[in-house]
């Protein structure tokens, strides 16, 4: 194994359904402990039905699996990569077991999730912790590597997509195409605890910057909570209609808050939005997420090399620093919801 801190890699994802017969089991997996009414989760198990009852998730992350491979290959650290999910197979508790059969001690986390806050950070490393529990002292140490948001391997690839999603539109109509970056909605008490509102707002403002977007702004989408609960707003939607009304008729839809086209992205913006901007007469374009790009996969390679080497640059571009590398223990804490 490479001279180093850590003796293996561990990609960490929410996971997905395989087939119509897992949707339902997933999304009660999704859906344990919180307040979501059943209702929601049948509406949401119809999205998965329009295709195929299949999540693309899975094999996005395979395809980032094995460009991560090739790339600790090519360029070091020559260090294992596993992968496990919270949500689906394979599942952490049984990824962590095939790891400690293996022997491996240490390993670096990496999360598909490039912002802080409960859900996208704190979660996972409970999720890692409570797999490892069964294992005792065969069980490896885990250490999550910090969020990207910032980062040039994560904002350049995305820039270069809103870009070519502005160069769809004639250079007359360029400078008033509003770009509406989104994310997943998350409850207001989890957003109050945590940086993810600013970390989306610094990562929307320095990818406008670099791709020549004039009009943006950060909206949201897929909440799924109770009518009740408060959650962050706008709603893509809701915006889009907004935006109707002052007579916009073109804009770019920007993923900003995923890595890859999974089922929030297919079904929320390729489905719903798309279709409500064809009913209002708005030429919508959604631009692409990062996936495997290769100048994002060498992203995560140096994420993981800074780490391994215990070098002391963290790189990071904009107005916010790199983010920690060890969480505080107040850090992104559980909405009153979650908390035992």
């Given at each position: 194994?490479?001279?180093?801190?850590?003796?293996?890699?561990?990609?960490?994802?929410?996971?997905?359904?395989?087939?119509?017969?897992?949707?339902?089991?997933f999304l009660e997996n999704v859906l344990r402990?919180?307040?979501?009414?059943?209702?929601?989760?049948?509406?949401?198990?119809?999205?998965?039905?329009?295709?195929?009852?299949?999540?693309?998730?899975?094999?996005?992350?395979?395809?980032?699996?094995?460009?991560?491979?090739?790339?600790?290959?090519?360029?070091?650290?020559?260090?294992?990569?596993?992968?496990?999910?919270?949500?689906?197979?394979?599942?952490?508790?049984?990824?962590?077991?095939?790891?400690?059969?293996?022997?491996?001690?240490?390993?670096?986390?990496?999360?598909?999730?490039?912002?802080?806050?409960?859900?996208?950070?704190?979660?996972?490393?409970?999720?890692?912790?409570?797999?490892?529990?069964?294992?005792?002292?065969?069980?490896?140490?885990?250490?999550?590597?910090?969020?990207?948001?910032?980062?040039?391997?994560?904002?350049?690839?995305?820039?270069?997509?809103?870009?070519?999603?502005?160069?769809?539109?004639?250079?007359?109509?360029?400078?008033?195409?509003?770009?509406?970056?989104?994310?997943?909605?998350?409850?207001?008490?989890?957003?109050?605890?945590?940086?993810?509102?600013?970390?989306?707002?610094?990562?929307?403002?320095?990818?406008?910057?670099?791709?020549?977007?004039?009009?943006?702004?950060?909206?949201?989408?897929?909440?799924?909570?109770?009518?009740?609960?408060?959650?962050?707003?706008?709603?893509?939607?809701?915006?889009?209609?907004?935006?109707?009304?002052?007579?916009?008729?073109?804009?770019?839809?920007?993923?900003?808050?995923?890595?890859?086209?999974?089922?929030?992205?297919?079904?929320?913006?390729?489905?719903?939005?798309?279709?409500?901007?064809?009913?209002?007469?708005?030429?919508?374009?959604?631009?692409?997420?990062?996936?495997?790009?290769?100048?994002?996969?060498?992203?995560?390679?140096?994420?993981?090399?800074?780490?391994?080497?215990?070098?002391?640059?963290?790189?990071?571009?904009?107005?916010?620093?790199?983010?920690?590398?060890?969480?505080?223990?107040?850090?992104?804490?559980?909405?009153?919801?979650?908390?035992?």
């Amino acid at each position: 194994m490479s001279e180093g801190l850590y003796d293996a890699v561990l990609l960490v994802s929410f996971g997905g359904p395989d087939g119509p017969d897992d949707v339902l089991p997933f999304l009660e997996n999704v859906l344990r402990g919180r307040n979501v009414p059943r209702e929601r989760m049948l509406e949401v198990a119809e999205h998965y039905q329009h295709f195929g009852g299949k999540s693309p998730i899975n094999e996005q992350n395979l395809a980032l699996l094995a460009a991560l491979r090739g790339e600790l290959t090519r360029r070091g650290p020559a260090l294992p990569v596993y992968w496990g999910n919270r949500n689906w197979h394979p599942l952490l508790t049984d990824t962590l077991r095939e790891m400690a059969d293996a022997g491996v001690r240490r390993a670096l986390a990496f999360v598909t999730s490039a912002y802080s806050s409960y859900s996208g950070c704190r979660q996972y490393r409970e999720n890692i912790a409570a797999a490892c529990a069964p294992l005792g002292d065969r069980a490896p140490q885990v250490d999550k590597i910090r969020v990207f948001f910032n980062h040039p391997g994560f904002v350049e690839p995305m820039a270069s997509r809103v870009r070519a999603s502005l160069d769809r539109f004639a250079p007359v109509d360029r400078p008033s195409v509003p770009v509406l970056f989104t994310a997943h909605s998350i409850p207001t008490t989890m957003a109050e605890g945590c940086r993810y509102v600013r970390q989306l707002t610094e990562a929307s403002r320095l990818v406008a910057g670099q791709s020549g977007a004039s009009t943006w702004e950060l909206v949201y989408q897929s909440r799924s909570g109770p009518p009740t609960q408060p959650w962050l707003e706008p709603d893509v939607c809701d915006r889009i209609r907004s935006l109707h009304a002052t007579g916009v008729r073109r804009l770019v839809v920007a993923p900003i808050g995923f890595i890859s086209d999974h089922m929030e992205v297919l079904y929320d913006l390729d489905t719903e939005a798309a279709d409500l901007c064809r009913e209002l007469g708005i030429e919508m374009v959604r631009a692409e997420t990062v996936g495997t790009d290769p100048e994002f996969v060498a992203m995560v390679r140096d994420l993981i090399a800074e780490r391994h080497f215990a070098e002391p640059t963290r790189v990071a571009i904009g107005e916010l620093p790199a983010s920690h590398d060890v969480c505080p223990l107040d850090c992104c804490p559980a909405p009153a919801s979650r908390r035992p």
